[in-house]
């Protein structure tokens, strides 16, 4: 088991930032690959963005692309999304997922093999 603790997620305007974190609680992400999902109300659970263990694959989709930035700190066990331009659309409940011995970086939310337990991100207009 990875324990996964989200944190960051509360109110934003539109246009404005939040960031949000994901740690292992007591164990390493050594080798893991790292994504964000979220799921509105009355939709499915989509993948946002992902980062490999090396930091040099991540993948966004396309309607944050430009706007989030993921980014991780292996030292301290953390991945981060990093939310700019935020608008209402973006609000909904963000899972962290972890993928382990993956090279790479997938969508499919089947592929992963921890969650977190969510944090709620709303955006007003």
């Known amino acids: 088991q990875v324990p996964l603790v989200e944190s960051g997620g509360g109110l934003a305007q539109a246009g404005g930032s939040l960031r949000l974190s994901c740690a292992a609680s007591?164990?390493?992400?050594?080798?893991?690959?790292v994504a964000w999902f979220r799921q509105a109300p009355g939709k499915e659970r989509s993948f946002v963005a992902g980062?490999?263990?090396?930091?040099?694959?991540?993948y966004y989709a396309s309607s944050v692309k430009g706007r989030f930035t993921i980014s991780r700190d292996n030292a301290r066990n953390t991945v981060y999304l990093q939310m700019n331009s935020l608008n209402i659309e973006d609000t909904a409940v963000y899972y962290c997922?972890?993928?382990?011995?993956?090279?790479?970086?997938?969508?499919?939310?089947?592929?992963?093999?921890?969650w977190g337990q969510g944090t709620q991100v709303t955006v007003s207009s």
């Open positions: 007591g164990r390493t992400f050594s080798g893991y690959a």
């Open positions: 980062i490999n263990w090396t930091s040099d694959i991540r």
């Open positions: 997922a972890v993928e382990r011995a993956a090279s790479m970086v997938h969508i499919d939310s089947g592929r992963y093999d921890y």
